[in-house]
């Protein structure tokens, strides 16, 4: 009897929300792709960035736009919902996929018309920054080769209604060399049975969808960003010095790690005891009081109950507004 020969696998795409996910972290794109999906947590982030984009493409196209490949060949002014495909290159071994948040039509020559797209994206924050270039550049990639027309620029857009702010992003020469070499670092780090270690400066895991199995293994392994006040930047510091670990600071002595940490800079000098403190108190899981003495002595008299609140809005260039409010 003839044996049947197995077709081969075909790779899984590298995806323009891969690339968004590495780009912040190299190892939650891996989590992405091999992670459990019970261990994903939600976040109000996405769902506040996806508010925002929304009202600015509102502004942008009042109409409804159309969806997918019909609405392109139609000739909509605003399409969403196209899937952009590419074969692998033999550099990647795997194909590329995108999903525009958004395309607009434009003057020029395309297989559907006189007319092309151009891709748009909805900024966060007040600056551009290179996640948001690198996937605008991997947009405008796909989509020239989807419509058989180049597509010189994207467009960028922040705010609503009259505050809406437009901007055009060029998306050719250094930025797809940009792109190239992230997408290949990005193959070869989804290529590995195990995800990348986790980062040194863990401040921003608290807007990821995987913050609760990567806390659960830094605290496991007593990882240096678990103590308050330890950074990226003093991790490193502290590496340097021999400090591998939660435990290890612990059982530093205060004044022997200011003196070493003072090559530093006299204000990591300063922190020591501090950085030591903390470290025995999560260690021992016993709280300890600072001081003696109230921190805020005037509300010792202040009636009914209090309200403690804090805001940031970065946009505003505010940092944080700390207040009180009497009920």
Known sequence: MPSLTPL???PLPLTDRLLRSWLRCRRRAWLDRFGAPEE????AHRALALNDQLRSFQTLLPNRPGHGEAAC????????????????????????????????RIAGQSRW??????????????????EARLVLGLWGRLLADHQEAPVAHGLVVAGEGRALQRERLALGGGLQHQLDDSLLRLAADLDHSTPPPLVSDRKKCTLCSWRGLCDREAAGVGHLSEVSGIGGKRREMLLELGVTSLAGLAAREPEQLAEELAVYGEQHREIAAELVAQARVQASGVPERLGEEPVLPELETAPGV?????????????DFLHGFLVL
């Open 8 to 10: 081969p696998l075909t």
């Open 40 to 43: 994903r947590q939600w976040n």
């Open 73 to 104: 060949a139609a000739g909509a002014p605003g399409v969403v919902g196209l899937r952009l495909r590419a074969m692998a290159p033999p550099a990647l071994g795997a194909p590329l996929e995108a999903h525009p948040a958004l395309l607009e």
């Open 113 to 130: 018309g006189a007319f092309a797209y151009r891709p748009v994206l909805a900024r966060q924050g007040r600056r551009l920054t290179r």
């Open 306 to 318: 209090l309200l403690y609140d804090i805001e940031s809005d970065p946009d505003a260039r505010d």
